[in-house]
Nanobody, 126 residues
Framework: QGQLVESGGGLVQAGGSLRVSCAAS????????LAWFRQAPGKDRECVAA????????YYSDSVKGRFIISRDNTANTVYLQMNGLKPDDSAVYYC???????????????????WGQGTQVTVSS
């Protein structure tokens, strides 16, 4: 298992934008699926976006589709989540996660991921 370190969270007004980053180390980044999950108090951890090892395919949850963009830089071992049009319901701790890509499936359930960051808080005020 490698190490993932998120950064870039914070407080933003509704309608604003924020970009969170996740720097990876300790594994061959270019062979791994990367995903962003979020968890609000009292709610289950939800996958909001995922990206294949090559970056060719992405997944977005319905709740963020059209507003969030996941991207990765395999030379910098970093995955990003650009969040636009933020809403108070987007407030949560955001985690990045990694799992080795072994098929064409983009996993969206937490138990499929074996490396996790410590999380970064995103708070959207109304």
């Amino acid at each position: 298992q490698g190490q993932l370190v998120e950064s870039g969270g914070g407080l933003v007004q509704a309608g604003g934008s924020l970009r969170v980053s996740c720097a990876a180390s300790g594994f061959t980044f270019g062979l791994y699926i990367l995903a962003w999950f979020r968890q609000a108090p009292g709610k289950d951890r939800e996958c909001v976006a995922a990206i294949r090892a090559s970056g060719s395919t992405t997944y977005y949850s319905d709740s963020v589709k059209g507003r969030f963009i996941i991207s990765r830089d395999n030379t910098a071992n970093t995955v990003y989540l650009q969040m636009n049009g933020l809403k108070p319901d987007d407030s949560a701790v955001y985690y990045c996660a990694a799992t080795r890509q072994t098929s064409g499936i983009l996993f969206t359930t937490p138990h499929k991921y074996d490396s996790w960051g410590q999380g970064t808080q995103v708070t959207v005020s109304s």
